[in-house]
């Protein structure tokens, strides 16, 4: 779902889009299934090219838990907030600032996205923050006892691992082979 920037009041313009109002529903499809979704955001213009995006989205994932196996909702809470700036040019021999580590990244402060002509993909934005927010190892809430919500095996001290003693072979001489060798 496109948002033409263009007709951003300069009060900016909230909105809110469900799985009911259906703007994102094949945009989430691969992340979300048939889950339900909602979100609210934000849009206020900063000057005549950059803009304010703010906002945040509430949907769950269908995962299947790293500890055993069992295949659960995952909740996806996720806040955001960017800068929408132009697409800039990136010449051959160009020069752009980072940060060196994402430790080094300052927190809680906007981050910027880039746009191009008068037209932000919203949909496409909200579909990588979903995807960025499932850990790599996807699990189970803990409940107030240390025992996972979603199998009831307590996850305090107990590895969940799998160790599988593989077995060990004599090493052979190489020319023991020649020993069985019959010359007629």
């Known amino acids: 779902m496109k948002i033409n920037l263009a007709d951003i009041p300069e009060e900016g ?4 889009w469900t799985t009911q109002t259906a703007e994102l529903g094949a945009v989430l499809k691969d992340l979300v299934g048939k889950g339900t979704y909602e979100t609210e955001f934000f849009i206020k213009p900063l000057n ?7 906002g945040k989205i509430k949907t769950t ?3 299947q838990c790293s500890r055993c196996g069992i ?27 980072k940060v060196n580590h994402v430790s080094d990244l300052p927190e809680g402060g906007p981050e910027s996205m880039e746009y191009e002509g008068q037209h932000f993909d919203m949909g496409e934005y909200l579909h990588e923050v979903v995807g960025l927010a499932a850990p790599f190892n996807v699990a189970g809430p803990e409940d107030d006892k240390g025992d996972c919500t979603i199998c009831g ?4 001290g107990r590895s969940f691992s799998y160790d ?12 023991a082979a020649l020993k069985n060798l019959k010359i007629n």
Do not use: A, C, W
Not at 48 to 54: G, N, R, T, V, W
Not at 78 to 96: A, M, N, S, V
Not at 164 to 175: A, D, G, I, L, R
């Open 61 to 63: 994932m269908p995962e």
């Open 164 to 175: 599988e003693e593989m077995p060990t072979e004599k090493p052979q001489n190489p020319f």
């Open 71 to 97: 295949d659960f909702n995952f909740p996806v809470n996720e806040k955001f907030h960017e800068i929408l700036i132009p697409k800039q040019d990136q010449p051959r021999g160009g020069k752009y600032s």
């Open 13 to 16: 313009r909230s909105y809110v």
């Open 153 to 156: 095996i307590p996850v305090k």
């Open 48 to 54: 005549s090219k950059d803009f304010e995006l703010s």
